[in-house]
Structures are given as structure tokens and as C-alpha cells.
């Protein structure tokens, strides 16, 4: 192989030069020895003492280089950013997940109280209205000692804060705009057939129709109350 002399410092003829100025790199199969080098004034190797034919060799391998290495920098910060919008997509997926668990469970334990509630309010619940004996009138009083007996006690108070805002403890109050009837103020009157034909005169059915409604719809008479509190309707 022919070598050409740089100011005393011997290069294969097949070296590539990667950065002006040094010599940094030689071709595959040709190797600079250190035998071989001659120490130059400056200790540098200039683009401009190396041969015409022999530069644009020499730049090719320098923009190769570069090229490769942007490239391998550029590979990794995509793989970097890759695997963070990785991570933060499987944040968020779990968070969404645990917010519906979350959310799920709350509402099963709600279902599962009301449920309860109205089971423990049907048990509770002492008289039946075929329990009393019919009248052909009654006084505020006695429709109130009825209520008492078939309310539960726990949930007496909210039903009477109802009665009261609606008709006060009046069985036979009309709304004369609805139409609404009622101790409870059924909309219509005739809903509370379902408890007995006599929902017209007898408190007690009255009072089992409207523990029964609020019981379902509220969970309680209470559930019932609050909602009333709320919107003023129930």
C-alpha cells in the first residue's frame, strides 16, 4: 500500500479524516502506526495539507459521521418521548379505572342502604291500616295516633314533616289546582286505590299509600323529607 506523507506524519492512502483539522479515523483493512508518525510542528493535520484528491474522501466520512450520530440521537429522544407518552397513557387509564370502581362501589352501597332502609322500614312498621276499625269521620288526633302506630318511630318524624306541608293532617285536602287528595297529596287521589278502596274517608289507607310511596321512591320517609327540604315537592 502507498503512503503519502502529511508534514511528516504518514497516513494509509485509504485513511478517512472526520473532522478538519485532526486526523481521528482510518478505512476498513488500513491502519496508521505509531511507528509510522513523524511528531509535526503543531501536532495537527490539516485539510489543506492533505492531498486535493484525497479531501472530499476525507469530508464525505466527517458529514457520514455527523450524520450518523444525529441519527442515533435522534432515535433515542423519540424512543425517550415514546415511553413517556406510554407511561402517562397507562397513568390516566388507571386513574379512570379506579375513579369507576370508585364510582361503582358508591353506588352499590347507596342502593344496597335504601334497600335497607325499606326493608327495615316494612318491618318495623307495627299496624297495618285493616287493623283499625272504620269511621265516618276522624279528628286530627286520631289520624295522628294512627300514623304513629304504622310509621316505624324512627321515621315518624320526617313523615309528619311531610303530612304537615301538604295537608295538615287534613285526609280529605284538595289541591284545588293538581287536584292532588290527601293526607300525603296524591297526584291523583285514585294512586292510592292500590292500598285500599276506601282512600277517599280512611286516613289509614292514606297513611299506607304514603309510607309505601316514600319507601320506594325515597327509600324512607325520611329519604322522602329530604328530598321535600330540597325541591319542595316530593
Not at 466520512?61 to 435522534?74: D, G, H
Not at 424512543?79 to 397513557?89: N, P, S, T
Not at 322500614?121 to 295516633?145: C, I, K, L, P
Request: glycine share 6%; hydrophobic share 45%.
Amino acid at each position: 500500500m502507498s503512503r503519502i506523507s502529511v508534514r511528516g506524519f504518514a497516513v494509509a492512502s485509504a485513511t478517512a479524516v472526520t473532522a478538519v483539522g485532526s486526523v481521528v479515523g482510518v478505512a476498513s483493512g488500513s491502519t496508521a502506526q505509531n511507528n509510522d508518525a513523524e511528531a509535526t510542528a503543531g501536532g495537527t493535520t490539516l485539510l489543506a495539507d492533505i492531498p486535493a484528491g484525497q479531501q472530499a474522501q476525507v469530508q464525505t466520512a466527517s458529514l457520514t459521521q455527523q450524520a450518523e450520530t444525529m441519527a442515533i440521537a435522534a432515535d433515542a429522544s423519540a424512543k425517550k418521548d415514546a415511553e413517556e407518552a406510554a407511561r402517562k397513557a397507562a397513568a390516566e387509564t388507571a386513574i379512570a379505572k379506579k375513579e369507576a370502581a370508585e364510582k361503582a362501589a358508591k353506588a352499590k352501597e347507596e342502593a344496597k342502604e335504601r334497600a335497607e332502609a325499606k326493608a327495615a322500614a316494612s318491618r318495623d312498621a307495627a299496624r297495618d291500616a285493616s287493623d283499625f276499625a272504620v269511621q265516618s269521620s276522624y279528628t286530627v288526633a286520631e289520624v295522628q295516633a294512627m300514623a304513629r302506630q304504622m310509621v316505624p318511630a324512627g321515621q315518624f318524624q320526617c313523615f309528619s314533616n311531610i303530612v304537615d306541608h301538604e295537608s295538615t293532617w287534613n285526609y280529605r285536602a284538595v289541591n284545588p289546582s293538581s287536584g292532588a287528595y290527601g293526607l300525603v297529596q296524591a297526584l291523583p287521589g285514585s294512586k292510592m286505590a292500590s292500598a285500599g278502596a276506601d282512600w277517599q274517608t280512611n286516613p289509614a289507607t292514606q297513611i299506607k299509600w304514603g309510607l309505601n310511596y316514600m319507601n320506594d321512591r325515597y327509600g324512607s320517609p325520611c329519604g322522602a323529607w329530604s328530598f321535600w327540604q330540597a325541591n319542595h315537592w316530593y
